[in-house]
């Protein structure tokens, strides 16, 4: 069990958990969930950590059909600039590995942002905290949770 469903479990909002065999040659692994769960990519949400002007961590999360606007998460968060975040940094961070990083049961609470796209649906899948686990739950349930807010962070493509 993750942090991620631990902490889910500890509150009465109703999610549930996918999980499908993850293969280690997949180039990205939100479109291989979105494949292998039978779900549209615009359902399936990446956790992205983001450096706002080289002095704190954000967390934006958006489809992952879609990239991260660098200057809409700046702007929503009130920085000037964004960059990703060192790979090192963001598993010390969350505590959990890239492809695998779930918003939820972070060792440390980020600034977080989802993507207003999100609100179209009334479930979304997020990763559950490692590779082959998702969970999906309803966007305004995960925005409570993370006291994040619903913002356009999508870059146009």
Known sequence: MTPAIKLLNQTKIQFQVHEYE???????????????????????????????????????????????????IAKALGAKKAAMADKAVVERTTGYVLGGVSPLGQKKRLQTVIDQSAMQYNTIYISAGRRGLEIELPPEDLKQLLRGTFVDICANI
């Open 22 to 72: 993850h293969e280690v040659s997949s180039e990205s692994y939100g479109l291989e969930a979105a494949d292998k769960l039978h779900v549209e990519a615009a359902r399936v949400f990446k956790t992205l950590v983001v450096n706002l002007d080289g002095k704190e961590l954000a967390v934006g999360i958006l489809p992952v059909s879609h990239m991260l606007s660098m200057k809409l």
